[in-house]
């Protein structure tokens, strides 16, 4: 397996395809897995970069570090540094997604685009009962089947379960999802469930596509009152575009690959490098 060490800590790290480069930023429990459906799809126009965060899968899991959205936005960047990225384009999803977002503001320099899919700028009550129930499973239970269900029932909808595809899908993803340890699985939704992006979006200087899907209650369009959604979100980024996915949940990029990874691709093009 290759490995960079940044930032003081061993990153795994996979390279897939030519071309301007791609670094994907995953969620959070699954890790580079994330894009397992997307990455051969964009890895045929582009330089992908695939790479699990520090706590995560492959990547060194320190013990009593306090993770903070920002601090894994920095490890980005030195990352991207050891490797001799200078810039490049920024897919992100959900968990990843929030990081890429401070990243953008942060680093606009190394920013050429901004994709960003399914998250929320800041959560409201119901999200946070959502993640108070996941932290709760994990940390009584530990990971078990019935967490991955949880989280399947706001991950997929409900013909895709019962789908053969679906089925599949769910099988691989809960695999993933139990490879972390509670404390880390617990960490991870603890520093989404507390983050305010809202200073960050105006910061950002990118393009910006924002992707969704149109039934997704995780981290929806609109939320109640307290939170921050997507579709405001794409009204403040400076620049930025919302592609709404049909027909799906809060995984659109496991559901509904080959959109996901067209609209992607296409918006790279639009704005190239050189």
Known sequence: MPYVMANGYRHWYQITGEGEPVVQVHGAALGHYNFMKVTPIISQHFKVYDYDMIGYHNSEKPQGVQFTLEWWADDLAAMMDALGLEKAHIHATSFGAMIGVIFAAKYPEKTHTLVAGCFMTRYDEAA???VRIFQRLARSAGMVKELAEAIALYAFTRPYLESEEGKKDLEWCTR????????????????????????????IKAPTLLQVGEQ????PLDTGPSGFGMRRASQTIPNARLHII????????????VETAAEVIAFFKQHPMR
Do not use: K
């Not at 993933?176 to 340890?181: K, S």
């Not at 997704?216 to 981290?219: A, E, K």
């Not at 049909?246 to 690959?257: D, G």
């Open 128 to 130: 946070r009962m959502r």
């Open 216 to 219: 997704d209650d995780m981290t």
């Open 246 to 257: 049909p027909n799906c949940r809060h995984l659109h990029i496991v559901e509904r690959p």
């Open 176 to 203: 993933y999802w139990l490879d972390n340890t509670p404390e880390q699985f617990a960490a991870g939704f603890e520093a989404m469930m507390h983050a305010d992006l809202e200073s960050y979006l105006p910061r």
